[in-house]
């Protein structure tokens, strides 16, 4: 519970800031970690089967989508069985350095256009695998 405090106290911490500050990467390596311990506490998968995306790998196992799901919900952006796209753009212009924020909203505009189905494991997953494949150069998924 500590964890979620302190993640929603970053993330509104993140939100007073202005546009053009954007987060350390220490800081952003700190909060992944954070989001990373949380989720598997939560969802039973490997951190092997995580770190796969990072390259490529996208297998058909439930429990890493349920993963995705759990990182995006702890960072707001899965509401309401759907991907919440506008606080997603927040997000980024306020956390992520200014070099590849437009290069990121474009990606986000692309996967935005992609119509998602499933449960709400499915949805989250399907994103996560069309951000890589749009631009896998700029994937970054804790």
Do not use: H
């Not at 429990?63 to 980024?92: E, V």
């Not at 992520?96 to 189905?117: D, H, N």
Request: neutral net charge; glycine residues 2%; aromatic residues 10%.
């Amino acid at each position: 519970m500590y964890v979620k405090q302190l993640l929603c106290i970053t993330l509104f911490a993140f939100a007073a800031m202005k546009p053009v500050m954007s987060v350390s990467q220490e800081q952003m390596e700190k909060l992944a970690k954070s989001m990373r311990k949380s989720c598997l506490q939560k969802i039973d998968t490997s951190e092997d089967l995580i770190d796969g995306m990072r390259t490529g790998n996208f297998p058909d196992d439930d429990n890493l989508k349920c993963y995705t799901n759990c990182i995006m919900k702890t960072l707001r952006s899965f509401k309401n069985g759907a991907i919440d796209f506008p606080m997603i753009i927040r997000q980024i212009e306020m956390a992520m350095p200014p070099k590849i924020v437009a290069r990121m909203k474009e990606v986000i505009a692309k996967c935005s256009k992609r119509e998602y189905s499933g449960d709400e494991c499915t949805i989250t997953y399907d994103y996560v695998k069309c951000y890589y494949e749009v631009d896998p150069e700029i994937f970054i998924f804790p």
